[in-house]
């Protein structure tokens, strides 16, 4: 699966990068810090998969989230936040994110989740990562 990171605290990207590079079937195509670079970064790789940060320098990965909305383009979105509340989770799974995700608990769920869409699993929000 083709993945398109967008985090803009280096550190935590790095983290993303070493922990995909690991698991077998996760290729990271390109990664941005920025809103503006998230949306010509995928639309330039065209990735089957996005790991999004929500706070970002320039605006929300919500402004993402629309975007990959409004195209309708086919991507497995993992949403990735400090600051997990109810209207987000409801506004991210409205914009057809997949997962909704509390960095402060690990960034190994996003490649659980990740490797879960893999396996076809994207049809319906993953309940594992995102009771109902």
Request: aromatic share 6%; glycine share 10%; charged share 20%.
């Amino acid at each position: 699966m083709k993945v398109f990171i967008v985090e803009d605290a280096p550190q935590t990207r790095q983290e993303l990068l070493e922990l995909f590079a690991a698991v077998e079937g996760l290729e990271v195509v390109g990664h941005a810090g920025s809103v503006r670079e998230a949306i010509a970064g995928i639309e330039a790789t065209a990735p089957q998969a996005v790991t999004l940060d929500i706070s970002l320098p320039d605006g929300s990965g919500i402004e993402v989230l629309k975007h990959i909305h409004k195209h309708g383009w086919n991507v497995f979105v993992v949403v990735l936040t400090g600051n997990l509340y109810e209207a987000l989770q409801a506004k991210c799974h409205q914009l057809g994110a997949a997962a909704v995700l509390d960095k402060l608990n690990g960034l190994a769920p996003a490649a659980e989740a990740l490797l879960a869409g893999r396996l076809g699993s994207s049809e319906k929000p993953l309940e594992k990562y995102f009771p109902l």
